[in-house]
């Protein structure tokens, strides 16, 4: 099967591009779960509490005017992922033809494609956008040594080289026509999730918000990679009503199987995720 997917957002071009693939567990990603209602939730959904797969989806949209990519992946010559830029190459995009990048927040698998082992920028003509209070927790020695040292040191190798091409946002913006940053801390300080807006059309990229399929059904359930548990909770349930009232096509960065999408409606008083079927 296909590891990217075309479609549209009203006369917006969208293109999933699946950068690779993981395998999780329960204890990761339902860290304050009770763990007979999350077995029985697993069970449900016929899965397995140490398989369970992950994608790492990004996002290019082509409108009249840009070329923007949402995340960058893990880049080439690593242990995982680095399928971006050879999937982006089959669907007949070259690294400069992207002239806008926004990294949701600087976990090495939204990174890690940025800039490539030499220290060279991947997309040379692209500006890149990052919401401010993550550029600053990532790119200060005395909150980096808050986070884990494995993010830490893909933080200062993919981030400084950025410097000259880089803008920060403080808050919720147009950053070009038809794409907005919106707000979604939680995950990590300055997390941030990706609207798309195109003849009444919606596509949310929610990014990291959740995690797994389950928490849809489950915003209560965090991971243990949830930087600020309490914030990703009450993030979720704010993006999970945006998604809702817009009748939003949803984008979940690691929500199998590939590409991801889906939307969210509500039943009850639990939100449900129904994925699209290719």
């Not at 999937?87 to 927040?105: S, Y």
């Not at 960065?253 to 999408?261: A, G």
Request: one cysteine or more.
């Amino acid at each position: 099967m296909s590891d990217s997917y075309r479609f549209n957002i009203g006369d917006f071009q969208c293109l999933a591009v699946n950068d690779g693939d993981f395998v999780g567990n329960a204890d990761m990603l339902f860290a304050n779960a009770p763990q007979e209602e999350l077995l029985q939730a697993l069970q449900f959904y016929g899965l397995k509490p140490d398989h369970l797969p992950s994608t790492w989806t990004c996002l290019l949209v082509t409108t009249p005017n840009n070329v923007v990519l949402v995340d960058t992946g893990f880049g080439m010559g690593g242990e995982y992922g680095g399928q971006l830029l050879s999937l982006l190459h089959g669907e007949g995009f070259q690294p400069q033809d992207i002239d806008t990048v926004i990294l949701t927040h600087a976990h090495a698998d939204h990174i890690g494609g940025c800039v490539d082992r030499g220290g060279n920028v991947t997309f040379p003509e692209a500006t890149y956008y990052m919401w401010q209070d993550e550029w600053d927790f990532w790119t200060t020695e005395t909150t980096l040594k808050m986070a884990p040292e494995w993010a830490a040191g893909i933080a200062r190798q993919k981030l400084p080289p950025l410097a000259k091409q880089l803008k920060t946002i403080d808050q919720e913006t147009e950053i070009v026509p038809g794409i907005r940053a919106i707000s979604a801390p939680g995950h990590t300080v300055g997390h941030m999730a990706v609207e798309v807006e195109s003849g009444g059309e919606y596509l949310l990229d929610m990014v990291d918000t959740a995690l797994h399929p389950v928490q849809i059904e489950h915003p209560e359930w965090y991971s243990q990679l949830d930087q600020f548990p309490e914030q990703t909770v009450a993030t979720r349930q704010s993006i999970y009503k945006r998604a809702a009232e817009k009748n939003a096509l949803v984008l979940a960065f690691h929500f199998p199987p590939f590409p991801s999408l889906g939307h969210i409606t509500k039943q009850g008083d639990r939100w449900k995720w129904q994925p699209v079927q290719r």
